[in-house]
């Protein structure tokens, strides 16, 4: 065997070795993307997904091209393995893979100017503490075709961002608690699977904190007396229940304005999406040393032509907003 150094390219992730640790990004894949779509050239834009509908595309208009359409997300979906910012976009596409309309199609275009506007993007690994810690949310209601809730969660190792999620609920939620306790169910079964992992390893951890921004959801998980009330809620997803009692997990309250889990729910303005966005993610690697690098050199140059090509008003509200913690929805 040979010994081939520290592995710095591997199945389209791009690794930095650094002193603050490894930066994995996929901003080559993200390029080929691109180039696949025609879009090289596009003007960049500052979120994956618009609040408001396209008015241009018809979403009763079928897309002419359905197999591009789901060439593309599907290529978009494996970028998500170094890019959860956009996880709910990619999920939303997902869900028109069977019949696209022209709006979707006009979805997907958007969420590809974002990534032109944001190459650089990508996951840090640092050394640090490995407490488990997880912020979990919901979009109640939030599909206007068929009523059902999203969930959303994100899932730390200490300062790194390990695992994330976002889904629509299966059945329809009949008040935003339901939809709540739904995600925490998701999430909490999620951590005990990362307890386990980390126990085989023999690694110690402390008791996991999930951070919930409904009220009545952690009181649901803490105390029996409400679950009198809550017979509509299926069985299963008393399993978070289960684990506060036998003390294996800790719900507690959060802040909606400081709640991650959000970027993982629904579409996000623009100043309220790159608030939560530089809390998660690093919008730029690490310096390397390893000497010139040819595309490294031409993104970080095309990375400073798509910053100015932004509008400045957009970039005056993230710096508002920066300045200052952003309102609770």
């Not at 990004?25 to 090289?40: E, R, V």
């Not at 650089?120 to 979009?139: E, T």
């Amino acid at each position: 065997m040979k010994e081939l150094g520290d592995i710095t390219y591997f199945l389209g992730i791009s690794v930095v070795h650094s002193p603050a640790g490894y930066f994995l990004s996929q901003s080559k894949y993200a390029l080929d993307i691109l180039d696949k779509a025609g879009l090289t050239n596009c003007k960049p834009c500052a979120a994956p997904m618009s609040v408001k509908p396209s008015s241009i595309a018809s979403p009763s208009v079928p897309f002419s091209q359905p197999s591009l359409y789901r060439s593309l997300v599907g290529a978009l979906q494996y970028l998500t393995i170094t890019r959860p910012d956009i996880a709910f976009a990619v999920n939303h596409a997902c869900q028109a893979m069977q019949s696209p309309s022209e709006a979707d199609f006009a979805a997907v275009k958007h969420l590809l100017r974002y990534l032109k506007g944001s190459l650089s993007h990508g996951l840090q690994f640092a050394s640090g503490s490995l407490d488990l810690f997880a912020f979990s949310d919901s979009d109640w209601a939030g599909c206007v075709v068929d009523r059902r809730s999203t969930t959303g969660y994100c899932v730390f190792l200490g300062p790194n961002l390990i695992s994330w999620s976002a889904k629509k609920q299966p059945t329809v939620s009949r008040s935003s608690t339901e939809a709540e306790y739904r995600a925490l169910a998701q999430v909490a079964a999620e951590l005990c699977w990362l307890q386990m992992l980390l126990s085989e390893l023999k690694v110690p951890s402390c008791c996991p904190i999930i951070w919930c921004d409904n009220l009545s959801a952690i009181s649901l998980s803490s105390n029996p007396v409400f679950h009198a009330r809550s017979k509509h809620i299926a069985v299963d997803y008393h399993y978070i229940r289960e684990r506060v009692a036998a003390k294996q997990v800790v719900v507690r309250h959060i802040s909606s304005s400081d709640q991650l889990a959000d970027l993982f729910t629904k579409p996000l303005p623009v100043s309220r999406f790159q608030f939560l966005l530089s809390k998660l993610l690093p919008s730029s690697p690490p310096l390397s040393l390893r000497g010139h690098d040819k595309n490294t050199v031409l993104l970080q140059e095309q990375e400073t032509k798509d910053e100015s090509a932004i509008a400045p008003s957009q970039q005056s509200r993230v710096h508002r907003l920066s300045a200052s913690p952003a309102a609770p929805d």
